[in-house]
């Protein structure tokens, strides 16, 4: 048997090729004589070819694709707070741009050393910051000089007047200080205001002379200026007094200008009389005018030439200093030293044009009498009656005027002559006063009703407005002209308790006595 060198096969002895691998197998040659040298050519063989072998099947190796990591970067705080600050600096008029500045400029230089995000909202912050400082200190710069321009035309002023000897004092009275931190004295009847200052509160005494009894007290505030126009004009504008009107004003009379207009605002809490606090609510009363700076014989003198809004009446306060200088001997007249007395009595009846048969009261010497001649005259039979007034009491103004109160019921009485402007003989139309005091009265958010009726006064031929206010209060007033044609004002303040103080005034008041 023939074995293949290659695998190893078994095969035929005669056999020339392995059957297995195909590789060739040695032959077995017999010996032969040996013949004369030839070249001897070597045997072919087949090139062997390797086994075949079936590969190995391997998986392939799968790799898992690796994402690349991003590298954040973080923001930085104070980038953000610049931004924010001098985003809101926009809307606040500047007011947080410096700090947005300083923020976002610090933000800016950290986050470039810290390598950290927010670079654009520093630049942003310190761009909106820089323009608003811009904004606001030209804003600044033009009002200075503004306000530069106008103290140094002010200065030049004074100087001026200084040269000319027509320095005005008005100009340099801080006129709500003046008044509050002063004591003042109504013109007519003496009663006394007194504030005090610390506690912002005042106390108005019947009279000067007698401070222990017999007033009101509460609370007040005090404007001037422009401050004061606006308050009369827009905080009070149901009182009535318009813009326009308030310009018009200052403007027909030369010493009033819109610096020396003021109002004080009276808040009443109580009312004492005779030691005792009346049973009444709080009310208050606003009065409005101008602080004036009279000369006389070269002597300056401060008064209050006011109005009082809700009773549409003047009063004139002294400064308590110059009251008697200013008024003289007519400060010592004080509780009516020239009231009348009662020998003069005239029985003769009054000649009128009234329709109603008019009877003269009469009363005994013992009966109490307020008035003049010139007022007309009531005889006080009910309660104890006092001198009084309501910061009613402008002698200038009125041709005559006197008014008491009732210790016991609160309700006052007012006797006036209106001055001459309003005689009858100046074409003055009665009825047109009287509707338009009407028309105001129901235009007030505190009166209830009110209206008029004609009567007889006196025996005088006259118009009655009759109004109720919601605390209760009723206020009579009686227009008519006497034989003089001049126009009075007669009214009395009361409630309805007390109908008598109302019918004493409506029967007993007379223009003789």
């Known amino acids: 048997m023939a074995i293949c060198p290659n695998c190893g096969a078994n095969n035929n002895d005669n056999a020339k090729f392995c059957s297995s691998c195909g590789g060739a197998l040695p032959v077995s040659a017999p010996v032969q004589p040996q013949p004369q040298a030839q070249p001897v050519q070597p045997a072919y063989q087949q090139p062997v070819q390797p086994a075949y072998q079936q590969p190995v099947y391997q998986a392939p190796v799968i790799q898992q694709q690796v994402q690349p990591v991003k590298n954040t970067v973080k923001n930085n705080g104070m980038c953000t707070a610049g931004f924010v600050l001098s985003l809101i600096g926009i809307f606040t008029v500047g007011l947080t741009s410096i700090f947005g500045l300083i923020f976002s400029v610090i933000g800016l230089i950290v986050s470039g050393k810290k390598k950290e995000g927010g670079k654009g909202k520093a630049i942003a912050g310190i761009i909106m910051s820089v323009i608003m400082i811009i904004l606001v200190i030209s804003v600044y710069v033009i009002s200075f000089s503004s306000s530069l321009s106008n103290y140094i035309d002010k200065a030049e002023a004074v100087a ?8 005005d004092d008005d100009k340099d009275i801080d006129y709500v200080k003046m008044i509050e931190k002063n004591n003042w004295i109504t013109m007519g009847d003496n009663s006394y205001m007194v504030f005090d200052k610390k506690n912002k509160s005042f106390t108005y005494y019947q009279s000067y002379l007698d401070t222990s009894d017999n007033y009101y007290s509460g609370t007040y505030h005090i404007y001037a200026g422009q401050d004061a126009f606006d308050y009369i004009t827009e905080d009070l504008d149901e009182l009535g007094v318009e813009k326009d009107e308030l310009r018009q004003m200052i403007n027909m009379n030369e010493e009033y200008e819109m610096d020396n207009l003021i109002c004080i605002c009276l808040d009443y809490d109580e009312l004492i009389v005779d030691g005792e606090r009346q049973d009444r609510e709080p009310w208050t009363i606003h009065y409005y ?20 809004m809700e009773a549409m009446s003047y009063v004139t306060f ?3 200093k110059d009251f008697k200088d200013y008024f003289g001997s007519s400060a010592n007249s004080a509780y009516g030293t020239d009231s009348v007395t009662t020998s003069d009595h005239i029985t003769d009846p009054v000649t009128t044009s009234a329709t109603d048969t008019y009877i003269e009261p ?7 009498v307020m008035g003049d001649s010139t007022t007309g005259y009531v005889f006080l039979t009910e309660g104890t009656w006092d001198y009084w007034t309501e910061a009613d009491g402008m002698g200038d103004y009125y041709l005559a005027r006197e008014q008491r109160i009732n210790r016991d019921t609160s309700a006052i009485i007012n006797l006036t002559v209106m001055p001459q402007v309003y005689n009858k003989g100046e074409g003055v139309d009665i009825s047109l006063i009287v509707e338009s005091s009407v028309q105001s009265l129901q235009d007030s958010d505190d009166v209830t009703n009110a209206y008029y009726t004609k009567t007889t006064l ?9 109004s109720q206010y919601k605390d209760g209060m ?7 002209y006497d034989n003089e044609d001049r126009l009075h004002y007669v009214s009395v303040e009361y409630y309805s308790s007390d109908i008598a103080s109302y019918n004493m005034v409506k029967d007993t008041f007379t223009m003789y006595h």
Not at 474 to 480: A, Q, T
């Open 160 to 167: 001026e007047s200084v040269r000319s000897g027509s320095v």
């Open 289 to 308: 005018g101008f602080y004036l700076t009279p000369e006389e014989d070269g002597e300056t003198y401060n008064v209050l030439d006011v109005a009082n």
């Open 318 to 320: 002294v400064l308590e």
């Open 362 to 368: 009469t009363y005994d010497g013992d009966t109490e």
């Open 458 to 466: 006196g025996g005088f031929e006259a118009y009655e407005i009759y």
């Open 474 to 480: 009723i206020l009579s007033v009686w227009y008519f």
